[in-house]
């Protein structure tokens, strides 16, 4: 199974077409696209609401089935992910997730926390930190595969978790 995932496009609908087009079991969005819930782009991502989004339409939270995975996904600011994973790790054991994908930080990464996948896609315009802008891959057999991909769709970095 293959999950594609990108946060923190401010507003660039050039990325999300771009992400869009690529082929996944699902696509997640974690916010602050500032686009329009109903921009017709959207149709078929999940999405949720950043900070910098006024669209009250996006749900702040998501938690969505993908074959066995129990997939949670926020923006972040709420759960305070750029201090601690803590009330992330809380929310996503409260819903039985598997995988939690957040944004926020603006810095790619993921860790197991608990036996939960944490995965923060980084951004795709903005990065931080002196980072490449990038997007996540999780692909899912008997392990977790956590790419992340340029904006080139050059492999910046990959890190494999067992299940």
Known sequence: ????????????I??????KSLQADAIFHCGDS???????????????RGNCDNDEQFPATIVQKVGDETVFIVHGHEHDVKRS????????????????????????????????????PGSTTQPRGG????????????AYTVSFYSMNHELVDQIIFNK
């Open 14 to 19: 050039n990325t999300v077409k771009q992400i």
């Open 85 to 120: 994973m803590l009330t992330l790790s809380y929310a996503a054991a409260e819903q039985q997730a598997t995988i939690a994908l957040f944004g926020h930080s603006h810095l790619y990464g993921a860790e197991m926390i608990s036996g939960v996948l944490f995965v923060n």
């Open 34 to 48: 500032e686009l329009s819930a109903k921009d017709p782009l959207l149709n078929g991502i999940h999405i949720v």
């Open 131 to 142: 980072r490449a802008a990038t997007y996540a891959v999780i692909e899912i057999d008997d």
């Open 1 to 12: 199974m293959k999950l594609i995932v990108l946060s923190d496009s401010h507003g660039d």
